[in-house]
């Protein structure tokens, strides 16, 4: 069949979470094997605003998730998120309010809020500082009309203010396994009747394979490839165990451990996983390429060296058709890892 694969390029060949390769004849999840990245952090560009307006059936919600693993059995991700006071604003007309006096809120007790300027004409509105802006883990889903206690001044005992909250941290509890540089991450915002937001803007940073790590090491995190197969009537992202032949491989799907392979998939360049094969060739299975251009193709063949290409378009990662290599050409390829499209000359093979 030519050079085969390095075992190196499939996710179970990876180590563990505990640091050790699994023994015997199955895999754990507690110590998965998988290719790919991990979760290193968050950068927040864009910490938000919004005011939310608890009005049933249209209660605020904040859509914070971590992406699942783009790899079969890699580990989910785990973060932690707090919200603070961004500004607070107050109706016009307002009166008993003194320069300089300090405030509190029950929703967020650890704020000050601390009176800037006060209203001097008609239609004119109050203006405040927060000096300390504390901070929650739990999503604020009303934060119109809200109370605030005078803790120093002489001016007014309280009143309602309405808070609009931001995002203050997202941090890593769990790496997790198997992410990809394609995953995406979105956040959206579903306001209430008169509330308004601005959503966060947050990306992911995920570690990089470490050159100073030896292969096989506590601290390596090798690619690997990602494939898709037809398995129980559905497309299933798969982890490849062994490489049968260059179109052929035994792969598991999620949930699955085995050490020599639970399914075998043989690779369609014709479109998307629809289907099985017939006899004992297996489910149908993808496996993705993209040239210099960021554009697609589907593999036939697969070596070492060589990745024989067909242009498809990919829908999943809004990729048209390369045009740079004809379909059944053999081209070199690599991972890139890090780097977004192949070099000229080149295909980048889909991996984590």
């Known amino acids: 069949m030519g050079r085969p694969l390095n075992k190196k390029y499939f996710g179970n060949r990876n180590v563990g979470t505990d640091g050790t390769f699994a023994s015997g004849s199955t895999l754990s999840n507690t110590s998965a094997e998988i290719g790919g990245k991990s979760i290193s952090s968050f950068n927040i560009t864009n910490s938000g605003s919004w005011l939310a307006n608890n009005v049933s059936p249209n209660v605020p919600v904040l859509g914070l998730a971590v992406p699942a693993p783009q790899i079969a059995d890699g580990v989910q991700a785990v973060w932690s998120v707090t919200y603070c006071i961004d500004t607070v604003t107050t109706g016009a007309g307002h009166t008993g309010l003194v320069v300089g006096d300090t405030y509190t809120s029950s929703l967020f007790p650890e704020s000050v809020i601390t009176v800037a300027t006060v209203p001097t004409g008609v239609g004119a509105n109050a203006t405040f500082t927060v000096t300390t802006p504390g901070s929650t883990g739990?999503?604020?889903?009303?934060?119109?009309n809200i109370a605030i206690t005078k803790a120093s001044g002489s001016?007014?005992?309280?009143?309602?203010?309405?808070?609009h909250t931001k995002l203050l941290s997202a941090t890593v509890v769990t790496h997790g396994s198997g992410y990809t540089e394609e995953q995406g991450f979105t956040i959206t915002i579903a306001t209430g009747s008169g509330?308004?937001?601005?959503?966060?803007?947050i990306?992911?940073?995920l570690t990089q394979p470490?050159?100073?790590?030896?292969a096989g090491s506590v601290g390596d995190r090798e690619p690997a490839i990602i494939a898709y197969a037809w398995l129980s009537g559905a497309p299933a992202e798969v982890d490849i165990v062994r490489q049968v032949s260059t179109d052929r491989y035994r792969i598991n799907k999620n949930g699955e451990y085995t050490r020599t392979g639970a399914h075998t998939g043989k690779l369609k360049e014709t479109g998307l996983v629809s289907g099985t094969f017939t006899g004992n060739e297996g489910a149908e299975m993808n496996i993705w390429a993209f040239d210099a251009s960021g554009n697609s193709y589907l593999v036939k063949k697969l070596t070492a060296r060589k990745a024989v290409v067909y242009p498809v378009a990919c829908a999943r990662l809004n990729k048209s058709a390369g045009s740079i290599f004809a379909a059944g050409t053999a081209v070199p390829w690599k991972f890139f890892p890090g780097?977004?499209?192949?070099s000229a000359g080149y295909v980048k093979i889909e991996n984590a």
């Open 195 to 201: 509330a308004t937001g601005t959503p966060p803007t």
């Open 203 to 205: 990306s992911i940073v």
């Open 138 to 144: 739990d999503i604020p889903l009303d934060t119109t």
């Open 210 to 214: 470490d050159p100073t790590q030896a």
């Open 339 to 342: 780097q977004a499209n192949a």
């Open 155 to 163: 001016g007014v005992a309280s009143f309602n203010v309405d808070i």
